[in-house]
C-alpha cells in the first residue's frame, strides 16, 4: 500500500525539479540496498527532500514538501505498523 502515491510523488518531483527526483532516487536505491524494505525506503527518501531544501538553505518550497511527506506518511502508517513489528516483508528486485 502507498506505492502509487509514492509513484506520483517521484513524478512530481521529477517535473518540478530533475535534482530532487534523483536525489530522492538515489536516497531510495541506497536505503533499498541496505534494508529491503520497500516502505522503509520511500520514507526515508521522501524525508530526504525537505532535508535537502533545508541544507541548500532555499526554504521558499520547504512547506510543500514538508506537506508531502506527511501525506505520503500517513498512507504508509499501516507498513510503519509491520515495521514497528517486525513483521514487514522484505522486498526482492531482480
Not at 534523483?22 to 524494505?37: A, E, M, P, R, Y
Request: net charge positive.
Amino acid at each position: 500500500k502507498g506505492g502509487k502515491g509514492v509513484a506520483t510523488y517521484v513524478g512530481i518531483l521529477f517535473v518540478i525539479n530533475i535534482y530532487f527526483g534523483i536525489i530522492f532516487s538515489l536516497c531510495w536505491l541506497v536505503i533499498f540496498g541496505i534494508t529491503k524494505f520497500s516502505s522503509l525506503s520511500s520514507l526515508i527518501a521522501t524525508l530526504s527532500i525537505p532535508v535537502y531544501l533545508l541544507i541548500i538553505s532555499q526554504f521558499d518550497q520547504i512547506i510543500f514538501f514538508i506537506i508531502m511527506f506527511i501525506l505520503i506518511f500517513f498512507t504508509h502508517r499501516e507498513n510503519i505498523k509491520r515495521l514497528k513489528n517486525k513483521e514487514e516483508t522484505k522486498t526482492k528486485i531482480y
